[in-house]
């Protein structure tokens, strides 16, 4: 049973990088093709979808964000890693890691527990 | 605004049968492209409860089902039980934005 934990600080101060991990384990992040996302949900709103990387290392992230995000992947510790830079009262959001599965385009197949990340100065 | 459009909120009694409508567009559901349907009970992890349109991942009762007609698609739980009390998601692929994209969620209540 594949299983994801998010891990990061939960308050961040405006302007700066808001920086999470999310440890895979129950199977390796390096096999098949998957697309490890994240996806954050502010309060009192829906889900919004912010990006993917693949164990090849391609990412794809959404425009909305613009150049603010990085998403990297460590196969060598089954884990991906989110940055997001500049960020604003706007981010305040619970930011999970989960991982895309099934036909093109994929959905969302396990999810981690969520972390919840607060902007405030 | 969710590009993907729910009620915010469905109720109904045990044993009952609800139903979720998830409204899209010509560039998501309509475009063809499948829908999902997540279960988050709050506080825990999003369940992936339905996929491409209609289908049950292993372990989830035959009292969830899917549909699809144009541009809508819709969630229906029989049988409701306390349980099911939970809020719902669904999820697509919008070509347009180039994006994954959800609704805004739907919060059922069990009577």
């Known amino acids: 049973q594949v299983q994801l934990q998010e891990s990061g600080p939960g308050l961040v101060k405006p302007s700066q990088t808001l920086s999470l991990t999310c440890n895979v384990s129950?199977?390796?992040?390096?096999?098949?093709?998957?697309?490890w996302t994240w996806i954050r949900h502010h309060p009192g709103k829906g889900l919004e979808w912010i990006g993917y990387?693949?164990?090849?290392?391609?990412?794809y992230h959404n425009p909305s964000l613009k150049s603010r995000v990085t998403i990297s992947i460590d196969t060598s510790t089954n884990q991906l890693s989110l940055k997001l830079s500049s960020v604003t009262a706007a981010d305040t959001a619970v930011y999970y890691c989960?991982?895309?599965?099934?036909?093109?385009?994929?959905?969302?197949?396990?999810w981690g527990q969520g972390t919840l990340v607060t902007v405030s100065s | 605004q969710s590009v993907l459009t729910q009620p915010p909120s469905v109720s109904g009694a045990p044993g009952q049968r609800v139903t979720i409508s998830c409204t899209g567009s010509?560039?998501?559901?309509?475009?063809?492209?499948?829908v999902q349907w997540y279960q988050q009970v709050p506080g825990t992890a999003p369940k992936l409860l339905i996929f491409?349109?209609?289908n049950r991942p292993s372990g989830v009762p035959d009292r969830f089902s899917g549909s699809k007609s144009g541009t809508s698609v819709s969630l229906a739980i029989t049988g409701l039980q306390a349980e099911d009390e939970a809020d719902y998601y669904c999820?697509?692929?919008?070509?347009?934005?180039?994006?994954?994209?959800f609704g805004g969620g739907t919060k059922l209540t069990v009577l």
């Open positions: 491409d349109n209609n």
């Open positions: 010509s560039s998501n559901i309509g475009a063809g492209y499948d």
């Open positions: 989960a991982r895309g599965g099934g036909k093109i385009p994929v959905y969302f197949d396990y």
């Open positions: 990387i693949r164990s090849s290392g391609s990412t």
């Open positions: 999820q697509s692929y919008d070509s347009s934005l180039s994006i994954w994209v």
């Open positions: 129950g199977g390796s992040i390096n096999s098949g093709s998957y697309y």
